[in-house]
C-alpha cells in the first residue's frame, strides 16, 4: 500500500467531536458492526472542520437540514429524512448551517466488508427515523450502556439495509478465509506459507492472487489492519503507546510510530493528542 500524499499532507488521520460522545458498553454484532463512539450534540457555526479524515466509518444524523459534508467538491446535504455514512479513510468537509441536533456514530466494519470510498446518503425508512430519535435520547443521556449499545446496532443495521453501495460482490469464501486469519491475529500475522495453505494454493500462486483480488499484497493488509486496530485502541483506551505497540507484536515503541506514520500519515502521540480536533 503506498502512502496516501494528500492525507499526509493534510496532517493524518483528524476526528471532530469525538471528546463529547459516549462509548457504548457490550460487543458488536460479531464479524460485524464494533461501534465505537456515540454522541449527541446541538451544534452551530463551530461544526465547521477542513480535511476530516479517519480510521473509522461514520454516520451522521441532523434533526434539521442547514448543514452539510462536502467530499471530491460534492455536497451533500444533512436532513432529517436522511443519515449520510462516511466511509472510513475519506477525507470530508463538515460545513455548518445554523443550530441544529446533531447525532454521530464511530464505527468499523470487518474486513471482508465491501471497499466504500465516498459518503453514502441513506433515505430513512420509517423505523429508522424512530432508531435515530431513540439514539438521540439515549446518546444524550451520556449513559454508555448496553441499551445505547443495541439501539445503535439496530440502527446501523437499519441504514445499512437502506444503503445502495454500488451492487458490489461479497469476497470470495477463499478470500473471506484469508482475511479472517490476518484480522485474527493482529498481534502475531500469519506469514504468507500459512494463508497460502488455508487457501490451498503455493505460496506464489497465492499473493498474484490476492493482489487481483484485493489490489494489494498480504503484507499490506495486514499492516493496515494493525494500524486501524492501534488507531481503535490509541483513541478508546487509555493503554500507552508502548502498551499499544506490544499489544499488536510490534518490537517497540520507535518501530511501531514508524509504521503507524506511514500509513496514517501522523505519528501515534500526534493522532492521540488530535482525535478531538
Avoid at 123 to 140: D, I, W
Amino acid at each position: 500500500m503506498g502512502e496516501d500524499v494528500s492525507k499526509i499532507d493534510l496532517g493524518g488521520w483528524r476526528e471532530p467531536f469525538t471528546a463529547s460522545g459516549v462509548r457504548p458498553e457490550g460487543e458488536g454484532v460479531p464479524a460485524f458492526f464494533q461501534v465505537h463512539e456515540v454522541g449527541f450534540k446541538v451544534v452551530g457555526r463551530e461544526w465547521d472542520f477542513r480535511h476530516v479524515c479517519s480510521p473509522f466509518w461514520r454516520a451522521y444524523f441532523n434533526t434539521k437540514a442547514g448543514a452539510a459534508v462536502r467530499h471530491a467538491g460534492r455536497r451533500v446535504e444533512l436532513r432529517p429524512d436522511r443519515a449520510v455514512l462516511v466511509p472510513a479513510e475519506t477525507v470530508f468537509d463538515c460545513l455548518p448551517g445554523g443550530e441544529v441536533g446533531h447525532i454521530w456514530v464511530h464505527f468499523s466494519l470487518p474486513i471482508t466488508s465491501p471497499k466504500v470510498t465516498a459518503p453514502v446518503v441513506v433515505t430513512l425508512p420509517p423505523h429508522g427515523k424512530l432508531l435515530a430519535r431513540e439514539v438521540q435520547a439515549r446518546a444524550r443521556s451520556k449513559r454508555g450502556d448496553a441499551q445505547l449499545n443495541h439501539t445503535v446496532l439496530a440502527w446501523l443495521h437499519a441504514l445499512w439495509g437502506c444503503a445502495e453501495l454500488g451492487g458490489q460482490a461479497p469476497a470470495s469464501p477463499r478470500l473471506e478465509r484469508a482475511l479472517a486469519m490476518i484480522g485474527g491475529r493482529l498481534a502475531s500475522p500469519p506469514a504468507v506459507g500459512e494463508l497460502a495453505q488455508a487457501c490451498g494454493m503455493s505460496a506464489g500462486a497465492f499473493i498474484r492472487w490476492f493482489k487481483a483480488e484485493t489490489g494489494t499484497t498480504p503484507s499490506e493488509v495486514m499492516t493496515q489492519r494493525r494500524v486501524t486496530e492501534a488507531s481503535r485502541l490509541l483513541r478508546y483506551t487509555d493503554l500507552s503507546v508502548e502498551q499499544v505497540a506490544a499489544k499488536l507484536g510490534y518490537a517497540n515503541r520507535y518501530h511501531f510510530s514508524r509504521v503507524f506514520a506511514r500509513v496514517a500519515g501522523c505519528g501515534p502521540a500526534t493522532f492521540r493528542r488530535g482525535a478531538g480536533a
